[in-house]
């Protein structure tokens, strides 16, 4: 088992910057960020493997956003510059010990461990 847990998240306007940590209890392959906005489906914001040479992210989000990892200390990052109101949603990070494919999921189902959320606040 796997604990994960967020922090870093807030209220800022638009335009502004927040970086999302993510500090997981051990070894994990495949890491991501999902976010779930009230009254929508939680979805995949951004994911990546063990090494950081894959990653993958949602279209709303490619140029705005970067995921990065911290191997030796088990911690994930988000940096998420340029942000709109659209961004508010609550943030949870995920991950998985096993994943075949090259790039990493974006979908909720390969992700078999999951953090509390942290929340983000966009105001116009």
């Known amino acids: 088992q796997v604990q994960l847990v967020e922090s870093g998240g807030g209220s800022v306007q638009a335009g502004g910057s927040l970086r999302l940590s993510c500090a997981a209890s051990?070894?994990?392959?495949?890491m991501a960020w999902f976010r779930q906005a009230p009254g929508k489906e939680r979805e995949g914001v951004a994911a990546?493997?063990?090494?950081?040479?894959?990653?993958n992210y949602a279209d709303s989000v490619k140029g705005r956003f970067t995921i990065s990892r911290d191997n030796i200390n088990y911690t994930l990052y988000l940096q998420m510059n340029s942000l709109k109101p659209e961004d508010t949603a609550m943030y949870y990070c995920?991950?998985?010990?096993?994943?075949?494919?090259?790039?990493?999921?974006?979908?909720?189902?390969?992700?078999?461990?999951w953090g509390q959320g942290t929340q983000v606040t966009v105001s116009s």
């Open positions: 995920a991950a998985t010990r096993l994943w075949t494919g090259y790039a990493p999921p974006l979908l909720l189902a390969p992700y078999k461990f």
């Open positions: 051990g070894y994990t392959y495949a």
């Open positions: 990546i493997v063990t090494g950081g040479g894959s990653t």
